[in-house]
């Protein structure tokens, strides 16, 4: 298995086959990987309806330890499918974090289908998106935790100073074709935003195409629920610059009903996001570069249509 990251655990195929073989009647399903642009875990498919989930560090295990515990609470309140455990495994010799078994879902990820949700098809996934971050809103309190300043989806002055942070260079300089003035512009635009008092809602917290599955235009199930949270109900707007064109953007946005400060906080998460996804993942020539590559071509494009 081809390391991401400088920490990763081991995550080899036999490391994988090892942990499976801990489950009674499971050790001779046919493992085979599944998609392309995750980076937290290894995501393997286990006989004919089941997935392994494996993190590769020790955040994406704490991230699975919230999903795993956030699935049951979110399920019954969201329109679509959402992944469900079925079985919790814990470190071994040769493995130092927990682990998880969940149940199939069908459909593509919405990067491998990137080509089927162009204008105007997406518009039929922008109302799917929409009407699951409506339900998400609508849903009562749940034990989920709230996003910190710092934090994407937390006070925006956090999430500017992290776009000024990759902006720096400190972490890695930005490919070339990136405008470097026209970021600039679009964090400067979104001061004015920062400091708006903002009532948190609960949130997927990370609605990008290797998360959301479709089946054609349509929104099939949504997985990875780790970074489900209270957070700024912008957080979950990524998703129009993250998976969405021009025109379906806009057809999300007013079956949302962002406001111009809403839209504006949103723009700017979408924007640190794929700032840190560029700098970080194009020198380690991983596809989920080219996810968040694509989105900040959609951001710096309304800058400059």
Partial sequence: M?????????????????????VPGWADLPLHPVGATGTDHVVQRLGDGLVLRVPRK???????????????????????????????????AGYPYTWAVLRWLGGSDAWAARREL???????????????????????PLPVPRRNAGQRGGPLQGVLERSERWLSGSDGPLP???????????????????????PYVLTHGDLIPGNVLVDGARLAAVIDWGYGSLADPALDLVAG??????????????????DDATWERARA???????????????????????MGRTLRRLLDETHP
């Fill in 118 to 140: 162009e204008d105007p098809r997406g518009e039929r996934l922008a109302a799917d998106l929409a009407g699951l971050v409506l339900a998400l809103r609508a849903a009562p």
């Fill in 2 to 22: 081809r390391r991401i990251h400088d920490d990763e655990a081991d995550t080899s195929p036999a490391t994988l086959r090892a942990l499976v073989a801990t």
């Fill in 176 to 198: 070339a074709w990136v405008d470097v003035d026209a970021v600039r512009h679009l964090v400067h635009r979104s001061r004015s935003a920062a400091h708006d008092e903002v």
């Fill in 58 to 92: 020790e955040s994406a295990a704490r991230s699975l330890l919230d999903e795993v515990g956030h699935l049951r609470h979110v399920a019954p309140h969201v329109p679509v499918p959402v992944p469900e455990v079925v079985h919790v495994g814990a470190p071994t």
């Fill in 241 to 258: 610059w993250s998976l969405l064109g021009p025109a379906a953007r806009a057809v999300f946005r007013e079956a949302v009903g962002a």
């Fill in 269 to 291: 998460n979408a924007l640190e996001q794929a700032l840190g996804g560029v700098v970080y993942y194009t020198p380690r020539r991983h596809p989920l570069a080219d996810v």
